[in-house]
């Protein structure tokens, strides 16, 4: 592996020294990386993994995936934002915590909006709302009525201060007129364990992690996010039939690049990646995510960060979340 | 009968030639990661992902499993060879297993590891097939209270653990404890001590500080002391244990595996907690403590017992529940994400070949690890007679790269860097590192755990002692604690500390 990895370096410094910075939309000069800034396993490193291959046929140049975890994905989103802006160096991660990022890091190293450039968005999967059997509620109307009669009883797990799941905790607490606790874990994973062993009571988490749990009815499910209810849960409504705010919280994994990057380069990309997720092997692999493709404009991906950096933030600043 | 059903479905895909050649890739992959120093089983894993796409699920994850749990018998081999742990869980080795390699009996302290390992990986398939229901319901019980118990239970191991004065290893504890809290703090999201630096976010690694401190602090030691080498015997009769350290060796085998077995099912207890565990007890049975750090043959086989059953029931709550209890088990729900397989409690019923085939393939690989790894014996004590000047520059670029590879940041090398230089200070003033490791592995879970048994319990204490698991767990402290102090214990710990 690594004799090729020096081959892969030695082409790239080959071909940077004969061809300098002539980046355009028809020429990808070096290899291209895919940061993902997060440990390997986990849905952004699988969805880079699954779109590397093919957007290097693409390209005509190796793709790398390159993952560089931390600080919540910070030191990976800084690197990218921080690189040559020549759409060689890209950056797949869930664009729900770049949009939160602005208002929960007040000393941000980089500018979510200008100092990267939207390629596309790649992905959406719902969040289930789900409680251990052990609280008396089968849907919303029981779960908010427990929630009233017995205020700061049920605590509600969340994968970190800040995490979307999290804000979508204070969100419904909010309008619900109800009162949790809010108990952070170190991810997704552990929190799940914490509500199937009944240590917290309430998760909202992605539909792939949880699902499992309800069907197997350690868990019970009591409403999902996003436009319809899910195929394997029928019974359970939708955020937006239960009047429940954030229906388009879950995971949005979003593709991006360097700002300042030519925007026909980026274009090209977006075409690159829209023609990648039509592919129906990559639309098969998508939906084992937990969600399904969003192919879409990179505009569109920019309106969505700039419509959520402001609402969601409105909710941090609210609620009071600080990270420092 | 059921059981004996599933084994034999288990076998029977794990004997398929395919599968038994992807484990035998995988344990020799293992092997290998785990003999250089730092590159460890999560980014090798991370890096095979995308190549077991096109396998069979049964195959990737044999495959991949093996590169896990052979990476425990490698991980040895650095550590007693040249004080290295690549894994935190061979940090324990170092202690005694170093120490035989320096007495010229690095090849039955080497013979010794292996045969441990392959001990506790043919007990530990047999307690997984038996006992993961249970085992996995066990873990479930297990809430932020009774995690904050065990963690008491652990750090009190740390202090038995040291040789030397109590004073010291305290404060070597209470050092780690405290580089432990830097980072972003889990429970408020505030961050701690990171002087504004994002790379210090997710606080210090523990790879980097546990090389800088054990392996690169004793390279530096031994490069202002002439080079005077223990004669390495090349006679097979001196490489193979003899028949006393077999039987010195044989109980504390057990004892390990039985304690590695059942703390590898807790999620989130680590790689840390068993090999820390079964050494603390080992030194705690000894007739004579004082030999412990000093070359115990029982030092070296409970430790390597209690980390290969540790890594092998951490399968129990991913195959049964889906529920990952360390990092690489993450990956590997990743891998059968890739596969189409939704990870959780019904893949064991809907998926009963896979399971049962990578419990079965686990027992085929440690028997190929075993048959790889005696043979070896002789060659890797022949390592030891490469002059320093090759050696050394090697090991430290090995671990340059290990730490680099860890989350592709150089950060993680100056750390690696900076440790190296505070544990050489450490070696000169005469402080064991092992305590404060202990401290910066366990300090945040112990914090994490119980503040968030706090918040969950209105701030009411009293839950220690009410939830049942853990007033066992506290109990046993309290015995611990009484045993330490009495007069007779006293006096045994001061007449072997005058040796």
């Known amino acids: ?324 | 009968m059921e059981l004996f059903d599933n084994l034999l479905l288990g076998l029977s895909t794990a004997l398929q030639l395919n599968n038994l050649i992807y484990c035998l890739i995988g344990v020799v992959i293992g092997t290998a990661i785990g003999v250089l120093p730092g590159i460890g089983p999560i980014p090798t894993v991370a890096l095979l992902l995308p190549f077991t796409f096109g396998l069979e699920p049964a195959s990737a994850l044999i495959m991949l499993a093996g590169i896990f749990y052979g990476a425990q018998y490698g991980g040895s081999t650095t550590a007693i060879l040249v004080n290295v742990p690549g894994e935190t869980s061979s940090v324990v080795t170092c202690l005694d297993g170093h120490e035989m390699a320096k007495q010229g009996r690095a090849g039955p302290a080497l013979a010794i590891a292996a045969i441990s390992s392959f001990f506790a990986g043919t007990v530990a398939t047999v307690v997984i097939a038996v006992l993961s229901l249970p085992l996995a319901a066990l873990a479930l019980r297990f809430t932020a209270v009774e995690y904050f118990s065990l963690l008491v239970l652990g750090l009190f191991a740390a202090v038995i653990l040291a040789h030397g004065s109590v004073a010291k290893s305290l404060a070597m504890v209470f050092l780690g404890l405290l580089i432990g809290t830097v980072g972003i703090d889990v429970n408020s999201g505030i961050a701690r001590m990171t002087f504004g630096v994002p790379a210090l976010a997710d606080g210090l690694d523990f790879v980097p500080v546990a090389m800088g401190m054990f392996g690169l602090a004793e390279i530096i030691a031994n490069l202002e002391r002439p080079e005077v080498r223990q004669v390495v015997s090349q006679k097979l009769r001196d490489l193979i244990p003899s028949r006393a350290d077999l039987k010195a060796a044989f109980p504390a085998m057990v004892r390990g595996t039985f304690i590695g077995s059942a703390l590898g099912v807790l999620p989130g207890g680590g790689a840390a907690l068993p090999p820390f565990t079964a050494y603390a007890l080992e030194k705690k049975l000894a007739k004579d403590p004082s030999r412990f750090g000093k070359g115990a043959i029982e030092g070296v086989a409970g430790p390597e017992a209690a980390n290969n059953a540790g890594a092998q029931t951490s399968f129990i709550p991913l195959l049964t529940l889906g529920i990952p209890a360390n990092a690489l088990m993450a990956l590997m729900i990743g891998a059968l994400m890739m596969q189409g397989i939704q990870p959780g409690p019904q893949v064991m019923t809907e998926q009963p070949a896979l399971v049962w085939g990578v419990i079965a393939s686990m027992w085929t690989g440690n028997l190929m690890l075993l048959i790889i790894n005696l043979p070896l014996v002789g060659l890797w004590v022949s390592m030891l007679k490469i002059p320093y000047r090759l050696l050394f520059p090697a090991i430290v670029l090995f671990c340059c790269i290990g730490t680099y590879g860890i989350s592709n940041s150089a950060f993680n090398v100056w750390l690696m860097l900076g440790c190296a230089v505070v544990g050489y200070f450490f070696i000169k003033v005469g402080v064991e590192p092992a305590p404060l490791l202990l401290g910066l592995v366990l300090g945040p879970q112990l914090e994490e755990n119980f503040r968030r048994a706090m918040q969950l319990s209105d701030g009411d204490p009293s839950v220690f002692l009410t939830r049942p698991i853990s007033a066992v767990l506290l109990g046993v402290v309290a015995v611990m604690l009484l045993a330490m102090l009495s007069p007779a214990v006293l006096k045994t710990r001061k007449e072997a500390l005058a040796e």
């Open chain 1, 1 to 324: 592996m690594s004799l090729r990895l020096f081959k892969v370096a030695a082409t790239a410094l080959a071909l940077a020294a004969l061809a300098p910075s002539l980046a355009s939309a028809q020429q990808f000069d070096r290899p291209v990386r895919i940061v993902v800034p997060f440990a390997p396993g986990g849905t952004s490193d699988i969805l880079a993994r699954l779109i590397a291959p093919k957007l290097s046929e693409a390209v005509g140049q190796p793709v790398v995936v390159e993952n560089k975890p931390g600080a919540a994905g910070n030191i990976g989103a800084d690197a990218v934002a921080k690189a040559k802006p020549d759409g060689h160096t890209l950056l797949l991660m869930d664009i729900g915590s770049l949009a939160v990022a602005p208002s929960l890091f007040p000393d941000l190293t980089y500018n979510v909006e200008n100092d990267l450039a939207p390629v596309g968005m790649v992905m959406f999967g719902p969040y289930v709302l789900a409680v251990n059997p052990s609280v008396p509620a089968k849907n919303v109307a029981e779960l908010v009525a427990y929630a009233k009669a017995n205020p700061g009883k049920l605590a509600v797990a969340n994968s970190g201060v800040g995490a979307l799941n999290h804000i979508t905790a204070v969100a419904l607490a909010r309008d619900l007129g109800i009162e949790w606790k809010n108990v952070p874990y170190k991810g997704g994973a552990a929190a799940s364990r914490a509500v199937v062993s009944d240590e917290s009571n309430v998760i909202i988490n992605g539909a792939t992690a949880t699902l499992p749990f309800v069907t197997n009815k350690q868990l019970v499910g009591i409403a999902v996010t996003g436009e319809e209810r899910l195929a394997a849960l029928p019974d359970v409504e939708t955020f937006k039939q239960a009047k429940l705010p954030l229906n388009d919280a879950g995971t949005w994994q979003g593709l991006l690049t360097t700002g300042k990057t030519p925007p026909d380069v980026v274009a090209k990309l977006n075409a690159e990646l829209n023609k990648i997720l039509a592919l129906p092997e990559i639309q098969a692999k998508v939906a084992e995510q937990g969600g399904a493709v969003r192919p879409g404009t990179p505009e569109a991906v920019k309106a969505w960060l700039t419509t959520n950096i402001k609402s969601w933030g409105d909710i941090v600043r609210a609620a009071d979340i600080k990270t420092n």
